[in-house]
C-alpha cells in the first residue's frame, strides 16, 4: 500500500517553533494504517517531541525494520534522513549510521513483532553497546501486517480475535532493557499524549540507549475483550510510576510542586527531567528498584509507565570506543586513508 502526500496547510498565527517552523513543518506522508491505530497516536507524538525540541528536521534519521509499526517512519519529518531496514535489522544500521555521524538525532521505530522475536539479538546488542538513540516499540501483542498472530509480547491467556489462546511467556522489553543496559527505559501508551511527549523529548535528549515501550493496540486484530493490549485493558490497568517533563536548558527551572513531590535529574545537554508524582518514594535511578516495580506490578496485572530507569552516568557508545566526534563525510580523505605503512602498525597491534 503506498502513501500519498499530506498537504501543507498554514493557519493564521499558527505557533512556531524556535527555528520558525511550525507543527505542520514535522508531518510526513498521509497514514495508510487502520483508522484508530494507536500507531497514529504515537507518529502525532514524535512528531510534537521534534517540534517542540526545535530539531531542524533535516537533522534527524529515522530507522524502522519491517511490520506496521515500521511504517510510521513515513509519516513524520519528511525533510529528514531515513532508512526502511530489513525485518529485525534496524539496530545494526542505526548503529553504522551512528558511528558514521554521530552529530545527528537518531530515533528508531519498531514493533514487538520485529524487535522480540527475529530482532531480539541485534535489539539486545545495541542496548548493550549503549548507542545514542532513541528506540520507539510500539507493542500490540500481534503480528498486525500479517493478519494478527500472537507476537512474542503477548500475554499468557491473552485471546486472538478468533479465540485462539496465547500459552506461551512474554518477552517484556522493559525488564529485558534493564537486565541488559538501557541508560533510559520508559514505557508509555499511545492514548495518554500528554505522559508520551515528555518521554519522547527526554529520550530523544538522553545521551545512550533510550527504551520507550509503547502500548498502542491493533484496532483490527488485537482490540477485543480478552487482549491485554486492548484500549479497554490498558485504560483500565495502566498505572503511571513516574511523570516526566523534559525542560530545556535555555529555560529557568522553577519549582512546581512540594518538597518530596519532584526530582530534577540533569541531562548531558544541560537541560533535565524534572519528575513529579512519585509513587512512594520511587526513585527511576535505583535499576535494581525499577526491576523490583516492575515484576511487582507484573504480579497484580498493573501495566506501568513513565519513566522507569535512567542512566546519566554511563558512557554511550562513541564514548567507550574513542570514537571519531566528526562525521566521516567532513574528515580530509589522507586522514581517513593514511597509507599501508599505517594499517601495518594497527593490524601489529592486534597480534
Avoid: W
Avoid at 166 to 186: E, H, K, Q, R, W
Avoid at 195 to 204: D, R
Amino acid at each position: 500500500m503506498s502513501s500519498f502526500v499530506k498537504p501543507l496547510i498554514r493557519r493564521k498565527n499558527e505557533p512556531t517553533n524556535k527555528l520558525g517552523l511550525t507543527r505542520a513543518d514535522y508531518d510526513g506522508a498521509m497514514s495508510t494504517l487502520c483508522a484508530g491505530c494507536g500507531h497514529d497516536s504515537v507518529t502525532s507524538s514524535m512528531a510534537r517531541a521534534f517540534f517542540e525540541l526545535s530539531i531542524e528536521p533535516h537533522r534527524a534519521v529515522k530507522v524502522s525494520g519491517i511490520g506496521c509499526s515500521s511504517k510510521t517512519t513515513a509519516y513524520f519529518l519528511r525533510e529528514a534522513h531515513g532508512n526502511n531496514t530489513v525485518h529485525g535489522r534496524m539496530p545494526s544500521v542505526a548503529t553504522g549510521a551512528i558511528a558514521a555521524n554521530s552529530e545527528l538525532t537518531y530515533i528508531g521505530v519498531s514493533g514487538d513483532g520485529d524487535s522480540l522475536s527475529i530482532g531480539l539479538g541485534q535489539f539486545v546488542h545495541a542496548m548493550r553497546r549503549n548507542v545514542n538513540m532513541l528506540y520507539v516499540l510500539e507493542n500490540n501483542g500481534v503480528y498486525g501486517l500479517t493478519k494478527g498472530q500472537f507476537s512474542a509480547a503477548a500475554d499468557i491467556g491473552s485471546t486472538a480475535k478468533k479465540g485462539a489462546v496465547n500459552n506461551l511467556p512474554p518477552i517484556d522489553p522493559i525488564s529485558l532493557a534493564l537486565s541488559v543496559g538501557a541508560t533510559f527505559v520508559a514505557r508509555g501508551f499511545s492514548g495518554d499524549r500528554e505522559q508520551l511527549v515528555p518521554l519522547i523529548k527526554a529520550g530523544l535528549k538522553h545521551k545512550g540507549f533510550g527504551l520507550i515501550d509503547i502500548i498502542s493496540p491493533c484496532v483490527s486484530f488485537n482490540d477485543h475483550k480478552g487482549s491485554t493490549k486492548s484500549y479497554a485493558h490498558t485504560y483500565e490497568y495502566y498505572n503511571p510510576a513516574v511523570h516526566a517533563d523534559y525542560v530545556p536548558p535555555s529555560e529557568y527551572i522553577r519549582a512546581a510542586y512540594d518538597a518530596g513531590d519532584a526530582m530534577d535529574i540533569e541531562l548531558h545537554d544541560g537541560g533535565a527531567i524534572t519528575l513529579r508524582k512519585l509513587g512512594n518514594g520511587y526513585d527511576p535511578r535505583d535499576r535494581a528498584a525499577a526491576m523490583a516495580k516492575v515484576f511487582e506490578a507484573e504480579a497484580s496485572n498493573e501495566i506501568l509507565t513513565g519513566l522507569l530507569y535512567i542512566n546519566e552516568d554511563h558512557e554511550d557508545m562513541h564514548a567507550m570506543t574513542r570514537m571519531e566526534d566528526r562525521p566521516l563525510n567532513a574528515i580530509p580523505y589522507d586522514e581517513l586513508n593514511p597509507g599501508s605503512e599505517m594499517l601495518k602498525t594497527i593490524q601489529a597491534g592486534f597480534k
